[in-house]
């Protein structure tokens, strides 16, 4: 059974920088394809960023492009989301989540594919 558990979230104002990380234990995190969702309250969850097993072909949300950055490191099974000129409309729980199968053709964003999940930490952006 693969545990995620995320951390680094918190209150910053507009404008800021906040890293989460995700760290997985069990299971066997280099084959897996890792996103991070969030949700605001009264919304879905939405994809925010994913990233390949193999660290390569990161995917952002056009709301994210140019201000998040995923990435991981497979050798200490962490997931990083980078997230720099934050926006208040960016406040919301970040998750991680991880698709223990993968496919070769496309990158799944819906978080239906996505077969683990942390406990979410959250993100407060004051204007």
């Known amino acids: 059974q693969v545990q995620l558990v995320e951390s680094g979230g918190g209150l910053v104002q507009a404008g800021g920088s906040l890293m989460l990380s995700c760290a997985a234990s069990?299971?066997?995190?280099?084959?897996?394809?890792m996103g991070w969702f969030r949700q605001a309250p009264g919304n879905e969850r939405e994809f925010v960023a994913g990233?390949?097993?193999?660290?390569?072909?990161?995917h952002y949300a056009d709301s994210v492009k140019g201000r998040f950055t995923i990435s991981r490191d497979n050798a200490k099974k962490t997931v990083f989301l980078q997230m720099n000129n934050l926006k208040p409309e960016d406040t919301a729980v970040y998750y991680c989540?991880?698709?223990?199968?993968?496919?070769?053709?496309?990158?799944?964003?819906?978080?239906?594919?996505?077969?683990?999940w942390g406990q979410g930490t959250q993100v407060t952006v004051s204007s």
């Open positions: 989540a991880a698709d223990e199968h993968p496919v070769a053709w496309i990158f799944r964003i819906a978080s239906k594919y996505y077969d683990y």
């Open positions: 069990g299971g066997t995190f280099s084959r897996y394809d």
């Open positions: 990233i390949r097993w193999s660290g390569g072909s990161p």
